[in-house]
């Protein structure tokens, strides 16, 4: 697919063809986008049992895993058994040994081959493949990451995140409470689209358009991501910046952070609403809100508030955008070079793979 599908300069750019968010050939190659990046796993304190299978990464690589903790010792593991292939775990356990409910065959937290019933006359048993699997895993801010490709350094991935916000990004703890799964009938592209601008807040969200001073809302794009920062309306909560912020003076209500392909960090005064995007077929999505809260007095406040209400109001835009897509009066269409530069910059990003 050529680069300049869609143009560099936004002033001129198309926006992707409809067929981006229909044919099922390019959201095999939009899933394997997703497979090369650095997924959210959770924050450390919320895993508190020495085995954790870890469902979302599941759903969103094909790949079963088990966070296993072993003595503080932290591994991202295989969750498929070496025998025949069986999934092992579907609860949270605190045994030490995980065992297949298949054969028996068992293993340590550290993903050795511990025993395995009926293999005494095997030969050349067992060897290296016995054992689980590992997966990169990495802690930044408490918050760990994994990817099955170390293609990118997370630092380099999150380096505008530290600079910018990484001084607030310390005593999370997560609210299961607060956290949603949502389903939704269109395309994971839509929904990432739809995040990527501010321009629809007046029209589709008055509650968070009331929260915000739209006036002040910023675009900026990176390598590997985008940031949008909405400014405070008068009398709402914002952040209390520190002097090194180089947005120190400014009252900032939310930093949006996306990553490309499939993350956002929404980052408000009261802590971080992480969500993942989980394409569940060409034409579904499930999106899961994961809560992390830091300053609980300031929870349902500001343009951190009725988190709930303003995802259906989302999800109502882009379910009828999915409508649209399947049209044939509509193929494409063009961008506001003021206020769609996170959309732009997506649709280069995803129109360039291979
Ligand atoms: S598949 Fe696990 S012991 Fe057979
Ligand atoms: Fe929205």
């Given amino acids: 697919m050529s680069e300049e599908l869609v143009n560099a300069d936004i002033r001129l750019a198309q926006t992707l063809p409809s067929e981006f968010y229909t044919d099922t050939g390019l959201f095999a190659a939009q899933r394997n986008a997703i497979k090369s990046a650095w997924q959210f796993v959770g924050s450390s304190e919320q895993f508190t049992s020495a085995v954790s299978p870890l469902p979302h990464l599941d759903a969103l690589l094909n790949e079963p895993m088990i966070r296993t903790n072993d003595d503080g010792i932290v591994r991202l593991l295989s969750n498929v058994c070496t025998h025949r292939g069986m999934v092992m775990c579907h609860e949270e ?6 065992q297949c409910p298949y054969h028996g065959r068992t293993f340590g ?3 050795r ?17 016995d054992n689980l699997p590992s997966f990169h895993l990495k802690n930044w801010n408490g918050l760990e990451f994994m990817t099955l490709k170390a293609e990118l350094e997370l630092d380099a991935l999150l380096q505008p995140v530290q600079e910018r916000t990484g001084w607030f990004l310390n005593g999370l703890k997560h609210d299961a409470e607060r956290d949603r799964d949502w389903d939704i009938n269109a395309h994971w592209m839509l929904y990432v689209d739809n995040y990527l601008e501010g321009f629809h807040i007046p029209f589709v969200h008055p509650e968070l358009n009331d929260a915000l001073d739209t006036k002040g809302y910023t675009t900026e ?46 980052v408000y005064p009261w802590g971080v609403s992480v969500n993942i995007i989980v394409p569940t077929s060409a034409a579904t999505t499930r999106v899961l809100f994961r809560s992390y809260v830091k300053h609980a007095d300031l929870l349902d406040q500001g343009a951190g508030a009725e988190l709930d209400k303003v995802e259906l109001q989302d999800q109502f835009v882009v379910e009828n955008c999915m409508k649209g897509m399947r049209s044939a009066s509509y193929e494409r269409g063009r961008y506001s070079p003021t206020h769609e530069q996170g959309v732009h910059h ?8 291979k």
């Fill in 221 to 266: 794009c990176f390598e590997h991501g985008v940031l949008q920062v909405g400014l405070a309306a008068a009398d709402e909560v914002c952040f209390d910046l520190p002097e090194t912020s180089i947005d120190h003076g400014k009252r900032v209500g939310a930093y949006y952070w996306w990553l490309y392909p499939n993350l956002m960090l929404n």
């Fill in 109 to 111: 937290c550290d993903g």
């Fill in 113 to 129: 081959l511990k025993h395995m019933p009926g293999f005494e006359q095997a030969l050349d048993f067992p060897t290296q493949t």
């Fill in 93 to 98: 356990t605190d045994k030490k040994t995980i």
């Fill in 346 to 353: 997506f649709h280069r990003m995803i129109s360039s793979l």
